[in-house]
């Protein structure tokens, strides 16, 4: 966060009614009466420096930051002064202006080398491009894309789109300009996607034929395919209806095997090392496991859009904490679909209903254990 | 909301890490030849022990990738990267001997994920590339950053003098075959006692004695002596027959002849028999016996020491080596159930014979609640710091019931699992109505092994093919219910009899 943060920003919203008077006098007019207008309206009072997980007296591990769901988040001077930042983090969405374009179902999200946030929204038929720096948003494959769902990124910047339903995946370059498309003939129902840097695999989930296609991502040549249809038993290796994957830093393939309730895992050759998770209201226990990233740690993040939550797990399934429930407030999701996480330890998770994309931030190990040994809990991290 | 107010961390972050490793600094042609990467990595080609593949050059597993830029803003991209997906997929495309099937043979663990774990690829201060030798203490040891052999001995225990010759002394980590068999199971050398013996001598007239002149040349040195350390002086086995435990060996031998031992009473079964005389007329008038305790003793037991209570040569070898189906499920199924194939098949069978079918230890569900039921009562035996049931027939570890959640169900109850009101008793097994079987935990799962690990007789994880066995239209209607059945009795239909009652 920034060094200093503003009075709007620590100010008790419970003691809000009884210090309205007082902050008149420092704040804009305006801006202090739609605060007050918004707060009789009813919308939850919510200091988001506290929107902590696990809370306290636990050591924080992941930390709300801000919430996109349009050009009006990026670059507020745009717009009309209509929406103020309490809105936003009420999570209400604002009327947009004419032509000003909004998320509608975000669904995949991905992050590049710059920083920019790319989330691919399946209601409006494009890939939204937030650049938080120059405060833009661009727009990829309008009239190109018709229902965009999982997105992959790889290091020279080339944003890869899966179509589910056009069958085929988009691979657009840095600029933005269309470099190409493939995987007609091989995918039914493309559906989240995940890139192996390393190896330059394209991993493309395909719900409808129950398996993994592996492509070349540079090539675009196809591969393999990984597992198959489950039966009845569901056995170690198949899926029912695979929606999104992961990749690891060994590069471990994490995929969420959604009608079966759990996570499988493949080596980068495709051979089964292990699979967690069954159907249940249990932490750890999953009904709807869709988007699914892999941190800095090698956690796994997982999120289910019954129960409106991210769970994370360490990379033998072990739960450690899940954050989220079902709401329409900051940190609360309404049909939470799509994560990514970027190497800056950023986390972005879409939800279809609201149209949000919420950004998190983990507090990574290293950067947790000076608070650890504060309340005199040993950790041990990991060799880098 | 401003987000220019956390865009400066997010710069941060995005910009001093770099993001990716694959990307190569320096343009190559893809028919690089080796002496060109070797301008800066001459680090990998250096060392005492350098892999073998290096003279094939570079390309022998590497792969250089130059993706042409589609304009003249941007230059072409090289990447380095390994010819096939995995590290070990590249080792075993060469090393294909170190690959082993897993139903057939055992594989040292960390060799089937990843041959990294333990070997640098390239070159390495160790024999064999490894990234830290297979001898020393605990931190230089390779071997023992997983393993802890050694390195907790007892006060008055005893440590094998070779675990500081190296465990390469007696393992060879990739030794590959048949899992039933020591030697490949433990990734032995050479199987005992032939590999005891490259340093024992067994003509030693020290070592004669200490085994008081019995002919040890060609005995299991493992069915007295732990390998690599013990609590007891001589690296002796935990658990000893009494009477070897006091070197009162006379009482069962005779002065060894011709390189034979010689016991005072024979058949062996019949000098056991003088002390165990109670075990006897157990196997002679059970009403059930067991036709494998009829023979010898030591069929079974280990006369001398053992790592097993009551002296057993092995808790389930023993019983595998007469029963094949059990031990087919053993080596196949995924999901055993560890009172069976961890604590022994003695925990729910008598060996020496029974009262009951398939000599079980009690009858129906009620062997099951012994230990599933809140209601268990495990004693804790003082003497050998374990855990008895069936009252103290049955000795398990101390930590036993430590994993073991209860169901929430009690020996005679006739409903209760999976839900509150499903029968477990008292009624026919719907699933096969003509046999009139009784419901008992058995009507939905499996005692020894399954698939997955609730066990169901069906294999499968979900209880759906399990449930429509029974829960189904095409099923028969339901049978008559057992006569003098507690069903009748229960609650529910208590309640409707009496205001029948009152009706009247």
Not at chain 2, 322 to 333: D, Y
Not at chain 2, 367 to 387: K, Q
Not at chain 2, 478 to 485: G, L, Q, R, V
Request: aromatic fraction near 6%; hydrophobic fraction near 35%; include cysteine.
């Amino acid at each position: 966060m920034t060094s200093k943060p503003s009075r709007r920003n620590l100010l008790p919203r419970t003691g809000y009614a009884v210090l309205v008077a007082l902050l008149v006098a420092s704040l804009a007019p305006r801006a202090g009466a739609a605060d007050k207008k918004k707060h009789q309206a009813g919308a939850p009072p919510v200091d988001i420096s506290k929107l902590v997980w696990p809370g306290p007296p636990d050591v924080a591990r992941i930390r709300y930051e801000a919430t996109i769901t349009g050009e009006d988040d990026v670059n507020p001077t745009t717009t009309k002064k209509k929406s103020t930042w309490m809105d936003k983090l009420a999570g209400v969405s604002m009327p947009q202006e004419e032509g000003k374009p909004r998320l509608q179902k975000p669904y995949g999200v991905a992050v590049d080398s710059k920083g920019r946030i790319y989330v691919a929204d399946g209601g409006s038929g494009r890939v939204f491009v937030f650049d938080l720096e120059k405060k833009k948003v661009a727009i990829r494959g309008a009239n190109q894309l018709s229902s965009p769902a999982g997105l992959a990124i790889d290091d020279t910047d080339r944003l890869f789109v899966a179509d589910s339903a056009q069958h085929a995946i988009f691979i657009f370059r840095e600029d933005g300009s269309l470099e190409g498309a493939f995987g007609e003939g091989w995918l039914h129902r493309p559906a989240g996607i995940a890139l192996d840097n390393e190896n330059r695999f394209l991993y493309v989930c395909d719900s409808a034929e129950n398996h993994v296609v592996v492509f070349d991502a540079d090539t675009m040549k196809y591969l393999r395919v990984v597992g198959a249809p489950s039966n009845e038993n569901a056995v170690p290796g198949t899926f029912g209806n695979p929606t999104n994957a992961a990749v690891d830093s060994e590069g471990n393939l994490y995929v969420s095997d959604t009608f079966n309730a759990r996570i499988q895992v493949f080596d980068a050759g495709g051979q089964f090392i292990r699979m967690w998770g069954k159907r249940g209201s249990n932490p750890g226990n999953f009904m709807r496991p869709k988007g699914i990233a892999v941190d800095g740690d090698d956690h796994i993040y997982v999120v289910d859009s019954e129960f409106n939550n991210v769970q994370i797990f360490d990379n033998e399934g072990r739960i450690l904490m899940f954050f989220g429930d079902r709401g329409e407030t900051p940190g609360k999701f309404m049909l939470a679909t799509g994560i990514g996480i970027d190497k800056g330890g950023h986390v972005i998770v879409t939800e279809q209903w609201t149209g949000r994309a919420q950004i998190f931030r983990y507090v990574s190990e290293a950067e947790a254990k000076p608070e650890y040994e504060k309340q005199g809990k040993a950790r041990d991290v990991k060799p880098q | 909301m401003k987000v220019s107010r956390f865009f400066p961390i997010l710069a941060v972050v995005f910009f001093s890490t770099s993001l990716f490793a694959a990307k190569h600094p320096i343009p190559l042609d893809p028919n690089t030849n080796a002496d060109k990467c070797i301008e800066c990595h001459a680090d990998k080609t250096k060392g005492a022990s350098v892999h073998s593949a290096m003279s094939m050059g570079c390309m022998a597993c590497h792969e250089i990738r130059v993706i042409q830029s589609h304009d003249k803003k941007h230059e072409d991209i090289t990447r380095v990267k390994l010819i096939k997906a995995t590290a070990t997929g590249q080792c075993l495309t060469c090393h294909e001997d170190m690959k082993g099937s897993a139903d057939k043979s055992t594989v040292h663990a960390p060799v089937t994920r990843n041959c990294l774990t333990c070997h640098d690829p390239h070159t390495s201060k160790y024999k064999n590339q490894l990234l830290k030798p297979a001898e020393g203490g605990k931190d230089e040891n390779l071997c023992l950053q997983c393993h802890i052999q050694g390195l907790n001995v007892p006060k008055d225990g005893s440590r094998h003098a070779a675990l500081d010759m190296g465990c390469a002394t007696c393992h060879t980590t990739h030794k590959i075959g048949a899992k039933d068999k020591r030697e490949n199971q433990f990734h032995l050398v050479k199987d005992a006692p032939a590999l005891c013996k490259d340093c024992h001598d067994p003509t030693d007239a020290a070592l004669k004695k200490a085994h008081h002149n019995q002919p040890f040349g060609n005995a299991d040195c493992l069915g007295c002596h732990d390998a690599h350390q013990s609590y007891k002086p001589k690296l002796a086995q935990l658990f000893r027959h009494a009477p070897f435990e006091s070197g009162d060996c006379e009482s069962c031998h005779a002065e060894a002849k011709d390189g034979k031992v010689v016991l005072t009473t024979n058949p062996s079964r019949d000098l056991c028999v003088t002390c165990h005389d109670e075990q006897a007329k157990q196997i002679a008038n059970a009403k059930v016996p067991h036709p494998g305790a009829q023979g010898e003793c030591i069929a079974c037991h280990s006369p001398h020491a053992s790592r097993f209570d009551r002296l057993l040569k092995d808790p389930v070898k023993v019983c595998e080596s007469c029963h094949p189906l059990q031990a087919e499920m053993h080596r196949t199924k995924g999901h055993l159930h560890a009172a069976a194939f961890r604590d022994g098949c003695y925990t729910c069978h008598n060996g020496h014979g029974g009262e009951l079918p398939a000599l079980l230890r009690a009858e129906g569900n009620r062997l099951c609640l012994e230990c599933h039921s809140p209601n268990r009562r495990p004693r804790f035996d003082p003497a050998t710091g374990a855990v008895t049931i069936f009252n103290g027939a049955v000795r398990l570890r101390r930590d036993y019931f430590a994993s073991l959640p209860p169901l929430d169900l009690q020996a005679g109850d006739v409903m209760g699992h999976p839900i509150a009101a499903h029968p477990v008793l008292a009624t026919i097994d719907r699933s096969d109505p003509e046999k009139r079987r009784p419901m008992t935990c058995l009507s939905c799962h499996q005692p020894h092994a399954g698939a997955f690990p609730n066990l169901l007789v069906t294999d499968t994880n979900s209880s759906m093919p399990l449930c429509g066995r029974c829960h189904n239209a095409a099923a028969p209607p339901p049978p008559d219910a057992i006569t003098n059945s507690p069903v009748a009795t229960q609650p529910a239909a208590k309640k409707k009899k009496k205001k029948e009652e009152k009706q009247q």
